[in-house]
C-alpha cells in the first residue's frame, strides 16, 4: 500500500517536473522570438535610416525636397527634408488605412473587428502628430508656413495643421443620424476647441506683435542685443504648434467617444477624403490648359488696367 502511495507521488511530481519543463522551454522560445524580432526591428531601423540619407543627400544634391506638394525648389533644412519624406510615407501608409476603412464598412464587420481598424487610423495620426513634434523642434518655420503640403491644403491651415473646429462642423452633416446625445457632445466638442483656439490664436498675435516691436527696435539698442532676444521670442513658435497638435490629437481622439465605432469608421474616412480631393484638387490647378491660364493673365492684366486708369485723373490728389 505504502509502496503505491509512493509510486503515485512520484508520477504526481513528475507531471509537476514535465509542466514546469514544458513552461520553461515555452518561455525560452517567446524569448527567442521577443530576441529575434528585436533584432529585426533593429535592422529595419537601419536600413530605414540609410535610405533617408541617401533620400536626403539626392534631395540636396538636386535642390529639391520632397513632401505632400510635391517637389520643389529651394533652400530646406535636413531635419524638414526628413520630415518631408516621413510624410510622403505617411500618405502612402493613409490610403492603406482608408482601404481598410472602406472596406471593413462594406463588408458589414463586426463591431470588435471594425474597432481594431478604426483604433489603427487613430494611432496612424499620431504617428503624424509625433513626427511633427521632432519636425518643430529642427524647422518649426517649415510646419507653420506649410510648405509639406499642397497649395490647396494650405489656404486652409491654421498653425500648421487643420482647425479642430472647422473639421468638426464639416463632419455634423456627413454624419447623419445622430442621437440627441450624440450631437450635444460633438457641439460641445467643437464649443471647446473653438475657445482653445481663440486662446492660442491670440497668444500667437501678442507673441508677432511683440516681435514686430523687437525687430524694428528704436534708437541707442544694440543690434547684436535685439537679435538674441528675437531669436529667444522665436523660440516659441514651437510650443504654439505642439499646443495646437495637441489640441488636435485630442479632437480626433474625443470623436470616437461620441460616436458609434461605425459612425467612427466613417468619420475617420470622410476626413481622408476631404483631403485626399484637396491634394487633387492642387494637382488639377497646376496642370491647368495653357489657355485657362493665359486667359487668367488677361482678365488680371484688365483689371490691374483699369484700377491704374481710374485714378489717372487726379495725379496729384494725394499729394
Known amino acids: 500500500m505504502l509502496q503505491r502511495r509512493g509510486s503515485t507521488s512520484e508520477k504526481q511530481l513528475d507531471a509537476k517536473t514535465l509542466r514546469r519543463l514544458a513552461q520553461n522551454r515555452e518561455a525560452a522560445r ?4 521577443r530576441k529575434k524580432a528585436y533584432v529585426q526591428q533593429l535592422e529595419t531601423s537601419r536600413i530605414k535610416l540609410t535610405q533617408l540619407e541617401q533620400d536626403l543627400q539626392r534631395a540636396r544634391s538636386q535642390g529639391l525636397f520632397l513632401g505632400g506638394c510635391s517637389a520643389t525648389v529651394g533652400n530646406i533644412s535636413s531635419g524638414a527634408a526628413i520630415f518631408d519624406m516621413e510624410y510622403s510615407r505617411w500618405l502612402e501608409d493613409d490610403q492603406r488605412h482608408m482601404s481598410e476603412l472602406r472596406t471593413g464598412l462594406h463588408a458589414h464587420l463586426s463591431d470588435s473587428d471594425l474597432r481594431v481598424i478604426v483604433d489603427g487610423y487613430i494611432s496612424h495620426y499620431d504617428d503624424i502628430f509625433r513626427l511633427k513634434g ?13 510648405m509639406w503640403t499642397t497649395p490647396a491644403e494650405r489656404c486652409f491651415l491654421w498653425m500648421a495643421g487643420f482647425r479642430p473646429s472647422e473639421l468638426i462642423k ?12 450624440q450631437v450635444m457632445g460633438i457641439y460641445s466638442l467643437q464649443h471647446s476647441s473653438q475657445q482653445a483656439e481663440e486662446a492660442l490664436t491670440q497668444g500667437l498675435e501678442q507673441l508677432q506683435q511683440s516681435l514686430i516691436d523687437t525687430v524694428a527696435g528704436g534708437p541707442g539698442i544694440d543690434a547684436m542685443q535685439q537679435m538674441a532676444v528675437a531669436l529667444g521670442k522665436l523660440a516659441n513658435l514651437e510650443g504654439f504648434v505642439r499646443q495646437a497638435d495637441n489640441l488636435r490629437q485630442q479632437t480626433l481622439h474625443q470623436l470616437p467617444r461620441i460616436l458609434t465605432v ?3 469608421a466613417r468619420c475617420f474616412l470622410v476626413i481622408g477624403e476631404y483631403y485626399g480631393r484637396l491634394r487633387a484638387l492642387s494637382s488639377l490647378w497646376a496642370s491647368r490648359p495653357r489657355e485657362s491660364l493665359m486667359s487668367d493673365d488677361h482678365s488680371c492684366q484688365t483689371t490691374t488696367d483699369l484700377h491704374m486708369v481710374q485714378p489717372s485723373q487726379n495725379h496729384f490728389s494725394n499729394f
Open 262 to 264: 461605425r459612425q467612427a
Open 134 to 146: 521632432v519636425a518643430a523642434k529642427t524647422d518649426v518655420f517649415h510646419l507653420i508656413t506649410g
Open 30 to 33: 517567446k524569448s527567442r522570438l
Open 170 to 181: 464639416m463632419l455634423i452633416s456627413q454624419l447623419d443620424p445622430l442621437t440627441e446625445q
